[in-house]
């Protein structure tokens, strides 16, 4: 049996990640037990929800509160559960604080049921110098890992990413032998595996996932100025797809309202992915370098070649899995790409039978021996 933890996220957050780990474990028949909020287990598809057992969490009133919340689930389902044969827990959100306590208990009570702490963005708090909320939660996390690499117990974290895992190593500098590092293999499904590769009048751009200031997203931007023209007479469409976090975007740049919602609805995401002919990136290494980045399967979900500012991340990607579209060292470069595009869409017809083989490479059903190893029990 497998337990799920998702504490605190909003509905649809890490959505494509979850449904993989949820593919990943029911594709080996276990049973599934997940702990969440009613909205957020509303918004796993309902192929998932209908193998899985829901038990209804509420959501945290404070951060304070998440932290202590956190830890007494955590510990009240480990306690239910410890006689169970072959139990494990997947806590797919937590904070640094609350990891430190339970990775304390972890070495003196209930040792039997193994528990793996997902890693996501927070991650990149071991850099962050902004905010003395982030310098905190990055010291916190340097001490527990430190800490972690002493004594080993059933409190494993995983990251998924080989990429991630080796700079985060460098980052503190140390081995983390209780880690588990992983690239994730993910669960495409068969509706965008032969999304339409037709070629189309005009040429559609766009960005997906969250827009921030981290990722550079405004230097979508500077695509806008060089192609104004083009826009205006509808030859070239720039689009966001996804959140927008306090970005101002040029008026030629087609924005979508959330209206009161977190995130893009699912059906509308996948709409306007489908409606594009590129999806476009701007990651800088000194800005991203421990935040795996699912974007790049999303290309190979939707079949959609991507065009990239170059980074080692995209780098270990392209060299991994396939090389399904183009990296550039600058926006220039870049803009000279898509003005050839305009004149010759065919130029990027090659990249589909790329996406193809990065699908083969990367599909969980493929590899979901690959993925089972990851979590077997030592």
Not at 10 to 20: A, D, I, W
Not at 180 to 201: A, R
Not at 278 to 296: M, Q
């Amino acid at each position: 049996m497998t337990i799920f933890i998702e504490p605190f996220r909003k509905p649809n957050e890490h959505m494509t990640f979850l449904v993989s780990l949820l593919y990943g474990e029911l594709a080996q028949n276990k049973k599934v037990v997940f702990y969440a909020t009613t909205d957020y287990y509303n918004s796993i598809p309902e192929e998932f929800r209908n193998k899985i057992e829901f038990r209804e969490i509420k959501s945290p009133n404070s951060s304070s509160d998440l932290i202590f919340k956190i830890i007494k689930l955590t510990i009240s389902i480990l306690r239910k559960y410890k006689k169970e044969p072959g139990v494990k827990l997947f806590l797919l959100s937590s904070r640094a604080y609350s990891n430190i306590f339970l990775k304390i208990h972890s070495l003196f009570f209930i040792k039997r049921v193994p528990v793996f702490v997902f890693l996501h963005g927070e991650l990149q708090h071991l850099m962050a110098k902004k905010s003395l909320s982030h310098r905190l939660d990055g010291l916190a996390q340097l001490i527990l890992y430190k800490v972690d690499s002493v004594f080993k117990s059933n409190y494993k974290f995983v990251v998924i990413s080989e990429f991630v895992y080796e700079k985060l190593c460098l980052s503190v500098n140390s081995a983390l032998p209780n880690f588990i590092s992983m690239d994730l293999p993910y669960y495409y499904g068969e509706e965008m595996s032969k999304s339409s590769t037709e070629i189309s009048s005009g040429l559609t751009i766009s960005t997906v996932g969250v827009n921030s200031l981290n990722k550079n997203s405004h230097y979508l931007n500077f695509i806008a100025e060089a192609f104004s023209k083009e826009i205006i007479n509808e030859q070239l469409k720039l689009f966001i797809i996804g959140r927008n976090e306090n970005i101002e975007f040029h008026d030629l740049i087609d924005v979508p309202d959330l209206g009161k919602h977190h995130l893009l609805d699912p059906e509308a995401y996948s709409k306007r992915i489908l409606q594009s002919d590129l999806l476009v990136f701007f990651n800088e290494d000194n800005k991203y370098n421990l935040i795996s980045s699912g974007s790049y399967f999303d290309c190979i979900k939707y079949r959609k070649p991507m065009i990239a500012l170059k980074n080692t991340q995209w780098e270990y990607n392209f060299n991994k899995f396939g090389v399904i579209g183009k990296l550039f060292d600058n926006i220039d470069e870049m803009n000279d790409f898509i003005k050839n595009i305009l004149y010759n869409k065919e130029l990027i017809t090659p990249y589909y039978e790329k996406l193809d083989q990065a699908r083969n490479n990367s599909d969980i059903v493929v590899n979901i021996q690959k993925y089972a190893e990851k979590f077997q029990e030592e």
